[in-house]
């Protein structure tokens, strides 16, 4: 649970940080940026849609596949079953 909350906080915020760095590295060609002239609301959709794109990730990878699958058990849980 608390990896599936990191990744979400990750992909919320990696636009907003791939957007400050280009504009930490651009910021000789424009002297006069301010923090207002950042697209926040872009940014945003951007932010929203990559934490559901990764949901989606998610639970199609995580999903348990093995409903209706022949179940062969490992020597261990053999041993243990005998009496």
Known sequence: MIRVV???IVLLSLPFALYYA???KTRQERPDWKFTDTP????SVASVALMFA??????TI???TTE???HWPT???RKAQQP
Not at 40 to 43: A, K, R
Not at 54 to 59: K, M, S, Y
Request: cysteine-free.
């Open 6 to 8: 990191f990744i979400n």
């Open 22 to 24: 280009y504009v930490y």
């Open 40 to 43: 926040f609301l872009w940014l």
């Open 54 to 59: 990764g949901l989606i990730a998610l639970v």
């Open 62 to 64: 995580e999903t348990n």
């Open 68 to 70: 209706g699958k022949v």
């Open 75 to 77: 020597p261990a849980e």
